[in-house]
T-cell receptor
Framework: LAKTTQPISMDSYEGQEVNITCSHNNIATNDYITWYQQFPSQGPRFIIQGYKTKVTNEVASLFIPADRKSSTLSLPRVSLSDTAVYYCLVGDIDNFNKFYFGSGTKLNVKP | GAVVSQHPSWVICKSGTSVKIECRSLDFQATTMFWYRQFPKQSLMLMATSNEGSKATYEQGVEKDKFLINHASLTLSTLTVTSAHPEDSSFYIC????????????FGEGSRLTVL
């Protein structure tokens, strides 16, 4: 199982770009990297998924270096509503029972 | 995106009673669903993997006789907390996948259980 390590918390201000890095040193060849967002008392919501290099969608970008031992979620111009816990998951998408949630990163966006 | 719905969203029960939580995939067929438990200010902990038409696979330390999981159809999985006690109070979340290349997990809204 690929264990993930993220900062426990981060602070930011509205309008700033936020980068959250996740370490996954023992990532396997078949593993994908997926990020989820969770608000209090809600289920997690999918943000972005990637295997290597860079992936971008309408809400975020995901940067993955060549060795894939880490990944960085980039949120452009955050707003107060982006205050949430962000989880990095690493696993084989054919074996979701191996998708274990780490501690996550609590992002606090201040006005 | 695909929708996974849970019911009830919150429930309060007396100690010793049983509570059933439903998880439905509304617009897709989910051969596999997952049940998680989350305590306040903690991460999600996988409890079991639920496969349609077969017995659930429980994670180490999760009592299968206490947390009964039934996956009777491709769109419905249920979690029954039997003889609930206050320490079972938690936020229970289900998820499902519809497979495919993206490998996305779709999560329900969660169900808050409070045992008095």
């Amino acid at each position: 199982l690929a264990k993930t390590t993220q900062p426990i918390s981060m602070d930011s201000y509205e309008g700033q770009e936020v980068n959250i890095t996740c370490s996954h040193n023992n990532i396997a060849t078949n593993d994908y990297i997926t990020w989820y967002q969770q608000f209090p008392s809600q289920g997690p919501r999918f943000i972005i998924q990637g295997y290597k290099t860079k992936v971008t969608n309408e809400v975020a970008s995901l940067f993955i270096p060549a060795d894939r031992k880490s990944s960085t979620l980039s949120l452009p111009r955050v707003s107060l509503s982006d205050t949430a816990v962000y989880y990095c998951l690493v696993g084989d998408i054919d074996n979701f029972n191996k998708f274990y949630f780490g501690s996550g990163t609590k992002l606090n966006v201040k006005p | 995106g695909a929708v996974v719905s849970q019911h009830p969203s919150w429930v309060i029960c007396k100690s010793g009673t049983s509570v059933k939580i439903e998880c439905r995939s509304l617009d897709f067929q989910a051969t596999t669903m997952f049940w998680y438990r989350q305590f306040p200010k903690q991460s999600l902990m996988l409890m079991a993997t639920s496969n349609e038409g077969s017995k659930a696979t429980y994670e180490q330390g999760v009592e299968k006789d206490k947390f009964l999981i039934n996956h009777a159809s491709l769109t419905l999985s249920t979690l029954t907390v039997t003889s609930a006690h206050p320490e079972d109070s938690s936020f229970y979340i289900c998820s499902a996948t519809r497979g495919g290349i993206t490998g996305e997990l779709f999560f329900g809204e969660g169900s808050r259980l409070t045992v008095l």
